[in-house]
T-cell receptor
Framework: DTEVTQTPKHLVMGMTNKKSLKCEQH?????MYWYKQKAKKPPELMFV???????INESVPSRFSPECPNSSLLNLHLHALQPEDSALYLC?????????????FGPGTRLTVL | KNQVEQSPQSLIILEGKNCTLQ??????????LRWYKQDTGRGPVSLTI?????NTKSNGRYTATLDADTKQSSLHITASQLSDSASYIC??????????FGTGTKLQVIP
């Protein structure tokens, strides 16, 4: 299995809602990533988990809360989002937390905040 | 500051023609450079990865080159197909797991 899966594919939420994005991989990768991508822009790194511990937080607002329950799963909990948070949220994984590991990306979750 | 710049920003070519996309970077230290293809609304898919010692790598109709001295890379697409229409992103990895994404080139192949 060389796939990173993400659910849901699309999500529409209000500013007062609480929702979660899910990401799963079964490649034995020990590093997992969350990216945010706005239209016509490259992905922007949000969080990196290495061996199930948060290793990088790129100054992301606290309304985004990541969680890594085990080495195969990565969640992104959303609360009190703003319309400008609407974007494509990409999950990725790689073999190790180091710079040599190629990142495999999931298909993304298209988030719309009303 | 680590930067990765790509050119052109967008490109339209006829089906069957060749094209070359450019990537210039200032990332230091350098670990590797990857080219990704991203279809609209989908996650990026890796095409090639090159380390410091590699200067050419092919993947089917895609051929990437790397000049580590001038910090330039190119992606050459041969005999383009309609399915090549996508954004192509150059990604450079430096030290301390730092990954820098390029601005991307949007390619449109028309019949």
């Amino acid at each position: 299995d060389t796939e990173v899966t993400q659910t849901p594919k699309h999500l529409v939420m209000g500013m007062t809602n609480k929702k979660s994005l899910k990401c799963e991989q079964h490649m034995g990768h020990r590093a997992m990533y969350w990216y945010k991508q706005k239209a016509k822009k490259p992905p922007e790194l949000m969080f990196v988990y290495s061996y199930e511990k948060l290793s990088i937080n790129e100054s992301v607002p606290s309304r985004f809360s990541p969680e890594c329950p085990n080495s195969s799963l990565l969640n992104l909990h959303l609360h009190a989002l703003q319309p400008e948070d609407s974007a494509l949220y990409l999950c990725a994984s790689s073999q190790a937390g180091g710079s040599q590991g190629e990142q495999f990306f999931g298909p993304g979750t298209r988030l719309t905040v009303l | 500051k680590n930067q990765v710049e790509q050119s052109p920003q967008s490109l339209i070519i006829l089906e069957g023609k060749n094209c070359t996309l450019q990537c210039n970077y200032t990332v230091s230290p350098f670990s590797n450079l990857r080219w990704y293809k991203q279809d609209t609304g989908r996650g990026p898919v890796s095409l090639t990865i090159m380390t410091f010692s590699e200067n050419t790598k092919s993947n089917g109709r895609y051929t990437a080159t790397l000049d580590a001295d001038t910090k330039q890379s190119s992606l050459h697409i041969t005999a383009s197909q309609l399915s090549d229409s996508a954004s192509y992103i150059c990604v450079v990895t430096g030290g301390y797991q730092k990954v820098t994404f390029g601005t991307g080139t949007k390619l449109q192949v028309i019949p």
